[in-house]
């Protein structure tokens, strides 16, 4: 009805239609973890890659190089306003104040996203790679993610009218409305701690909004944040998410010998205790196997609030974690299980169900919030919108090979030599082959 | 996004927010019995009256009374506009050029809706009249019950907040798109023809708006039509639509002994064929019982196009009327039936199938279509939501009451004693008792 010709002006001038707009627009845990980077492994250099494990969907063909190339030299541009950094000062993350340490603060002033090398592969995918400091390449994880899975989505809508494209959004809604009505029948059972963990294969920055709100409309005190750091601040959510894979990977592809090697996993835990605390002790345990990662952990390690598990089946990776915790006499209920792996509803309820009085579970829902458009659109081809398994993971450090094992042996990275070395010397009895969820 | 805060501002300055807001916010056939009541019976005085038979909704306590008053007073405020009326006088309906002269058209030109009679009663209801001359008061039919229906769902949605809304309609729009595919498919099957009769009932003009451009992105050809004149104008579509039981109604009051009662309905057939023809000849034959009626026909009722079935379950009315063309040596695939009475997508699924290469179906897809936000409240409230059977009939003709027997004895009107003489007139063996659908 209402049409503001000046708004629909300015918008014809852009260049491109921007996918990240600040540098906020990132998972939260990108701070912590670059802050520890920064503290304790200044002078490291991490090269980053983006991968598409769904070979069938050919990135190459979907996605316009140069448009790829404008998003990217777009998020380049940006640098941290103000009162970002204002925000970041002086918010609560975790119940801490100050987290964030001014000279971090004043080293983000002048950060600007590195450069990246792009080129199109013979198999019909985008090698995309993000070469310099660790403490650089690391944020561009989440933005180069953002894009590449947001012009997947616009590329798919390019043929659709205006009218198939309010039925796609209208059925979405819905979709996802149904969900967060079986969530709330969920919370009547029970405690229930749902937060969004979908900014990296998001359908797109405005739907990720959307569906943000929509959490907090239907459930209330039961979502308790968001990764997404930009709309923590703007929506006054809280900004969860702690540590990943590539402390790990990276400590561990530095070790200089197979003992500092085993200790690597661990090592990161010491540098992320001495700077963290409370809550924020979350471990992911499954970089080279969750089972003898829990057997052979120091005893320290129970003191840690939470586990993480990533890469095994929901509940039998978090039942791993709460025997673990029993055999050393913790009690369970005082620990925090943070499930966020390919999770959705039916997933959610199980898990919710299965533990519920027997240990704090939260959840971190990702793609299946942000980017569930099965059976969405109203021509039925639905495959171009579908979610894909995108990642963006660490490849080397200081030109050593990155490497990880994963409790699902579909998952696991590196050339094959060091993979097999990285085995020998953390066994892999434990390892098996799981379908990937995105 | 995008808010044009120079119309938000203009809203501001609304007395009320207008539910109807040009008098060609109407069903067709009005303007065909117009014309016909302005050369046949232009003195004659009629009273219409709203009735709502969902006697559980209390309508006297859901819609508050000023701003019905308002509404009403608004409507009485419009006049025929003269790009309205040059397209009257030009558009091409049902195939025929200049189809309304131009002394009415001239006549509409001053045209204004009557003053209406409002007052609460004790069971919690409206009773709204709308007394004097037949040629004015008929134009009130389908505008009063819009502004009903639509202060009513305005009422149900008061206290929702936007985001609520959001979901509301994203629900409604994925479930008539649901129906939609489903048509698409019974499209392929065969012949289907799909109208919208929505107007009356429906749940708001825009929603309608919505409906009919879903229609008409979903459907293509198989959408033949709407019954409503402005948005038929508006978006290039076929205005549908011949005659209402207001005719046999009237025509009956009026009759000054038995004989001439048991001609009414035909009479109404001679009067109409004077002035319209081919596919406007559509008869409808249940206002005092269709079984009577097709068999007490004249030979020359044979010769019309075809007949709309309204109150009998849709197969069994419109099996009826194909045993009465074969036995009279017509070819119903030569005939047209027209189904409108509650049809949503299973009866018109079951109906299509049924009649498929038999008879030329026509679906007038009304309530089902415009007005189903069953299942759509995200608080799941969705009674005050659902549609009622609201109607607005002629009461009196010249002071003489109305009757209607139809062929569900749920759906007669007029005083006791009158109903038992017009059953005596016409038989009344043939009626039973159905359930009311919207």
């Known amino acids: ?145 953002a894009i590449v899975s947001e012009l997947r989505a616009r590329a798919a809508m390019k043929g659709m009218s205006r009218f198939e494209l309010d039925v796609l959004y209208a059925k979405a809604k819905a979709k996802l409305w149904g969900k967060i009505e079986r969530l709330r029948v969920l919370a009547q059972e029970g405690p229930l701690k749902i937060s969004d963990f979908g900014t990296r294969r998001r359908h797109g920055y405005l739907w990720q909004k959307w569906c943000v709100e929509a959490l907090q409309e239907g459930l209330g005190d039961n979502f308790v944040g968001t990764s997404n750091v930009k709309m923590a601040m703007a929506a006054g959510l809280e900004a969860v998410g702690t540590n990943a894979h590539e402390l790990p990977m990276v400590y561990a592809a530095l070790a200089e010998n197979d003992e500092a090697l085993r200790d690597a996993p661990y090592q990161v835990l010491r540098d992320w205790q001495e700077m963290y605390d409370g809550n924020l002790l979350v471990m992911l345990p499954d970089t080279y196997g969750t089972t003898q990662f829990l057997r052979n952990a120091p005893d320290w390690v129970l003191n840690w609030k939470g586990l993480r598990p990533d890469s095994k089946p929901p509940i039998e990776g978090a039942e791993e974690a709460i025997a673990w915790w029993q055999l050393h006499g913790c009690d369970p209920r005082e620990k925090l299980l943070v499930l966020s792996d390919g999770m959705d509803i039916d997933t959610i309820e199980e898990a919710a169900r299965h533990f519920r009085g027997r240990v704090n579970l939260s959840i971190g829902w990702g793609t299946n919030v942000t980017n569930d458009f099965r059976h969405c659109a109203p021509d039925g081809k639905d495959d171009r919108l579908q979610a894909i398994s995108l990642v963006c993971k660490v490849v080397s450090a200081n030109g050593r090979p990155a490497v990880k094992l994963s409790d699902n042996a579909n998952k696991a990275t590196g050339p094959a030599e060091e993979i097999a070395r990285y085995r020998r010397v953390f066994g892999h009895q434990d390892l098996m082959a799981q379908p990937l969820l995105v």
Not at 23 to 43: C, G
Request: glycine share 4%; net charge negative.
């Open 1 to 145: 009805m209402s049409l503001d010709i000046a708004t629909r002006v300015y918008n014809h001038g852009f260049r491109i239609d921007p996918i990240v707009r600040t540098l906020l627009d990132t998972d939260f845990y990108k701070f912590l973890m670059l802050q520890l980077i920064r503290a304790k492994s200044p002078d490291v250099r991490a090269t980053f890659g983006l991968i598409n494990r769904t070979k069938s969907v050919r990135l190459g063909e979907v996605i316009d190089e140069q448009e790829l190339r404008d998003q990217l030299d777009h998020a380049r541009t940006l640098r941290f306003q103000k009162n970002e950094l204002i925000w970041l000062a002086g918010n609560t993350f975790y119940g801490v104040k100050q987290i964030f340490k001014p000279d971090f603060l004043d080293w983000l002033e002048d950060f600007q996203l590195p450069e990246y090398d792009l080129r199109r592969t013979e198999d019909g995918q985008y090698e995309l790679l993000f070469e310099g400091l660790w403490a650089e390449t690391t944020l561009w994880e989440v933005p180069a993610l």
